[in-house]
């Protein structure tokens, strides 16, 4: 009897979808189906893809806004810091530039004094050598002198 009532089942459904089989009836099925989901699930991956894109935009702003205050306050510290420091290298090359003048000085002193110590030994050596050079010849000027002088005093 199962069998009669599953028979009648079959042919009254046969008898609804006229002359196609139930079969290919089925294979429609599946494949209206199969379009349906691909339709749904490639209308929600489009959904989540805006999605995504929607949310990673709100969270690129959100970083760009925290970030950019951020490195603002990052460069003012620098800012500062490099300017402390630029203060400090004044200051050190002011002290460095007064020690290198004094030194420098202190040398032009001491070269003074070496220089001048050097023209007194140089006159000095200058004034002995000259007067060895010049005595003979004062010796030999004083002669003539005396022989101009007889001369002169021969003279009529």
């Known amino acids: 009897m199962a069998e009669k009532s599953l028979e009648r089942r079959v042919s009254a ?7 196609k089989p139930l079969q290919e009836h089925f294979r429609e099925q599946a494949e209206l189906i199969d379009r349906r989901f691909s339709d749904g699930f490639r209308g929600q991956a ?10 990673f935009e709100e969270f690129d702003k959100k970083w ?12 003012d510290k620098l800012d ?6 630029e203060g400090k290298l004044d200051g050190k090359l002011a002290r460095l530039e007064g020690k290198l003048d004094g030194k420098l000085a202190r ?21 002995t050598k000259l007067e060895a050079k010049l005595e003979p010849i004062r010796t030999d000027l004083a002669v003539v002198r005396d022989a101009v ?3 002169l005093s021969r003279l009529p």
């Open 13 to 19: 459904l046969e008898a609804q979808l006229g002359d």
């Open 46 to 55: 489009e959904l989540i893809d805006r999605l995504f894109a929607y949310r």
């Open 64 to 75: 760009d806004a925290k970030l950019g205050a951020k490195i603002a306050g990052l460069e």
């Open 80 to 85: 500062g810091k490099l300017a402390t420091l």
């Open 107 to 127: 040398l032009e002193d001491r070269l003074d004094s070496k220089l001048a110590r050097l023209e007194d030994r140089l006159d000095i050596r200058l004034e």
């Open 149 to 151: 002088k007889i001369i």
